[in-house]
């Protein structure tokens, strides 16, 4: 059985700053971990993934994430916050394993708010 | 390459009624999953599909929702009949057969509000 929790249902910072979305998994197999962005009325975009390769994963617009087996964690971060990061961020844990059929779990959503 | 097409965009019924979702994957992909995302919420994978049979539906309420993908390319999902608590987005994506994650794709949604 694979889970996600992401620890914050709402994020604010300003414009500049860095931002942390925390992430917590649970996952029976050796996992891979994605983290997907929603603007308002859009669809889900990728940002970055995770698949048993290098445990720093550089995403787009500058995102990255950090696979830490020991602690079942993979925060996404960003050193410098701008206005069009203000979205919806998830988390998502899928069990490498044929037969999960790549099913997709997703967290609960962290909102990103960027002040000016 | 053309994306994940779905249809319609938007759409509201009264509870009790009934609805069909289209959606038409990317070419050449095999596998299809429909998910389904409540306002404030994660999307929820509600059945997949591997060319035109069933692998997961365990999340699908099999007494309202149903689903098919006859030829192995477009699906449509069903809901009859409708009820509140199915006001949601749902969404429609595809993969490659091979690989993890390979060309996983998702469509824009439909925005279904039930009155």
């Known amino acids: 059985a694979q889970s996600v929790t992401q620890l914050d249902s709402h994020v604010s910072v300003s414009e500049g700053t860095p931002v942390l979305l925390r992430c917590n998994y649970s996952?029976?197999?050796?996992?891979?971990l994605f983290w997907y962005v929603q603007h308002p009325n859009k669809g889900l975009q990728l940002l970055l993934k995770?698949?048993?390769?290098?445990?720093l994963v550089k995403g787009i617009n500058g995102f990255e994430a950090e696979f830490k087996k020991s602690e079942t964690s993979f925060h996404l971060t960003k050193p410098s916050a701008h206005m069009s990061d203000a979205a919806e961020y998830f988390c998502v844990v899928s069990d490498r394993l044929k037969a999960a059929g790549n099913k997709l779990t997703f967290g609960g959503g962290t909102r990103v708010l960027v002040k000016p | 390459e053309a994306g994940v097409a779905q249809s319609p965009r938007y759409k509201i019924i009264e509870k009790r009624q009934s609805v069909a979702f289209w959606c038409n994957p990317i070419s050449g992909h095999a596998t299809l999953y429909w998910y389904q995302q409540i306002l404030g919420q994660g999307p929820k994978l509600l059945i997949q599909f591997q060319n035109n049979g069933v692998v997961d539906d365990s999340q699908l309420p099999k007494d309202r929702f149903s689903a098919e993908r006859l030829k192995g390319v477009d699906s449509t999902l069903k809901i009859q009949p409708a009820k509140l608590e199915d006001s949601a987005v749902y969404l429609c994506?595809?993969?490659?057969?091979?690989?993890?994650?390979?060309?996983?794709?998702f469509g824009s949604g439909t925005r279904l509000t039930v009155v």
């Open positions: 995770y698949t048993s390769a290098a445990t």
């Open positions: 994506a595809s993969s490659y057969n091979e690989g993890l994650h390979y060309g996983y794709t």
């Open positions: 996952s029976s197999y050796s996992p891979s």
